[in-house]
């Protein structure tokens, strides 16, 4: 399995907390993403990162960001929670671009209360 | 508009069985992965499909990526319990931005004993 690890698991939080969400890979693939995963919609791309430093926005990116300083950590951030963010979080990372195959963490399950 | 259609949504079968999931688009592909994912856990690649009329086999499964590169099949046979899932197909359109991955909504199998 790749070395890839999402923390927290689980989280509880209220609308309107800041929530961090961090990505951990130990395979130093240059490519990482951020999915959410909702009933009815599949998974759906928040944000990506190509690099150190790297970002770019996915389809659903508007109330999150994202941070990449190492290659190993991909942080995803909810500034400000609301009940829309409850979903299943799930980390991926992937070396090749144009091929895209892609290994998931084992997600976060987010609820906001 | 969602830019992969899978189909079925749903498919319940009975052990034994034969069956084969559709995946969908009018864009054309520079390449597509079949994934699947069991409850509570994150997709597991399956394989990837590059070449037009590509044909991959997988044990029990069979793969087929379309002449044009905009279609995909997963053929199924004898089914058994242990192929119950969700069965994902995404894939990264011909010249979009690197890493820019899409997958469909995917289809619900479940293998009755």
């Known amino acids: 399995d790749a070395g890839i690890t999402q923390s927290p698991r689980h989280k509880v939080t209220e609308t309107g907390t800041p929530v961090t969400l961090r990505c951990h890979q130990t395979?130093?693939?240059?490519?990482m993403y951020w999915y959410r995963q909702d009933p009815g919609h599949g998974l759906r791309l928040i944000h990506y990162s190509y690099g150190v430093k790297d970002t770019d926005k996915g389809e659903v990116s508007d109330g999150y960001s994202v941070s990449r300083s190492k290659t190993e950590d991909f942080l995803l951030t909810l500034e400000s929670a609301t009940s829309s963010q409850t979903s299943v979080y799930f980390c991926?990372?992937?070396?090749?671009?144009?091929?895209?195959?892609?290994?998931f963490g084992q997600g976060t399950r987010l609820t906001v209360v | 508009t969602q830019l992969l259609e899978q189909s079925p949504q749903f498919l319940s079968i009975q052990e034994g069985e034969n069956l084969t999931v559709y995946c969908n688009s009018s864009?054309?592909?520079?390449?597509l992965q079949w994934y699947r994912q069991e409850p509570g856990e994150g997709p597991v690649l399956l394989v990837t499909?590059?070449?037009?009329?590509e044909v991959k086999k997988l044990k029990r499964l069979t793969f087929q990526f379309g002449d044009a590169r905009k279609d995909s099949s997963l053929h199924i046979t004898a089914a058994q319990p242990g192929d119950t899932g969700l069965y994902l197909c995404?894939?990264?359109?011909?010249?979009?931005?690197?890493?820019?991955?899409?997958f469909g909504d995917g289809t619900t199998l479940t293998v009755k004993p």
């Open positions: 395979e130093n693939h240059r490519y």
């Open positions: 995404a894939g990264v359109r011909l010249r979009t931005n690197a890493g820019k991955s899409t």
């Open positions: 499909v590059v070449t037009g009329g």
């Open positions: 864009s054309v592909f520079s390449s």
């Open positions: 991926a990372i992937s070396s090749l671009a144009q091929v895209s195959e892609a290994f």
